[in-house]
Nanobody, 125 residues
Framework: QVQLVESGGGLVQAGGSLRLSCAAS????????MGWFRQAPGKEREFVAA????????HYADSVKGRFTISRDNAKNTVYLQMISLKPEDTAVYYC??????????????????WGPGTQVTVSS
C-alpha cells in the first residue's frame, strides 16, 4: 500500500523560507516520479513542481520558478520542496503525489494516482 506523508509546513512571514518533506513507502521510490501540488481555499489544486525518478529532470510552475526547488533522496525515500522568498499567495495546503499516469502531462493533477494528506503552509504579510 502506497503511503505519502508530508511534513514541514507552518506559519512564516513573507520573505521567509520553509522546507517541505514527503516520506514515501509501499512503492519502488527510485522508479517513481514525484510531484508537489497545492490548493488554496476556494481554488483548484495546482501544480507546483515535479521531479523524475532519478532526479535528472525537474519542472516548475511559473509562479514558483526561481524560488522553489524540488529534490529527492532515493536512499531515504523522501522528496523535498525548498521554498524561499515566500509570498502570501503561496498560502495553501501542499500535497505530494506519485503513481504517475504517463498519458497525462507531469504537471497535471490527473497524472498522479497517490496523494498524501497535505501540510498547511501559511505566509503572513
Amino acid at each position: 500500500q502506497v503511503q505519502l506523508v508530508e511534513s514541514g509546513g507552518g506559519l512564516v512571514q513573507a520573505g521567509g523560507s520553509l522546507r517541505l518533506s514527503c516520506a514515501a513507502s509501499g512503492l519502488t521510490f527510485s522508479s517513481s516520479a514525484m510531484g508537489w501540488f497545492r490548493q488554496a481555499p476556494g481554488k483548484e489544486r495546482e501544480f507546483v513542481a515535479a521531479i523524475t525518478s532519478n532526479g535528472g529532470s525537474t519542472h516548475y510552475a511559473d509562479s514558483v520558478k526561481g524560488r522553489f526547488t524540488i529534490s529527492r533522496d532515493n536512499a531515504k525515500n523522501t522528496v523535498y520542496l525548498q521554498m524561499i522568498s515566500l509570498k502570501p499567495e503561496d498560502t495553501a495546503v501542499y500535497y505530494c503525489a506519485t503513481g504517475r499516469r504517463v498519458a497525462w502531462d507531469i504537471r497535471s493533477r490527473y497524472g498522479y494516482g497517490y496523494w498524501g494528506p497535505g501540510t498547511q503552509v501559511t505566509v503572513s504579510s
